[in-house]
């Protein structure tokens, strides 16, 4: 499996210089290409602006699965849940999100 760190490297002052960890939108005042001092460094949302053809299929498909599932259960956070956040290449629960699923009556 091969990972990108887009967290870190969109936090290093090697490819953005001085004041990487700071907001400062006019340092895409000349294009994105420029932005960085290693070009292409800014990874929004994925590589390139191309997107699979089936995707909005999958999304669909998902929203509907989700929905069946939703109307048959609830979710609640368990009682053991801690928060601790832990940002990796996104932001996820540092020991897991224990939740409790119970199946809602039916009618």
Known sequence: MFAVPIVLMHHDPDIWGEGADEFKPERFAEGIANASMDSPALFPFGWVPRICVGQNFALLEAKIGLS??????????????THAPCPVSTLQPQHGAQINLTRLPTF
């Open 68 to 81: 069946m599932i939703l109307q048959q259960f609830l979710f609640e956070l368990s009682p053991s849940y």
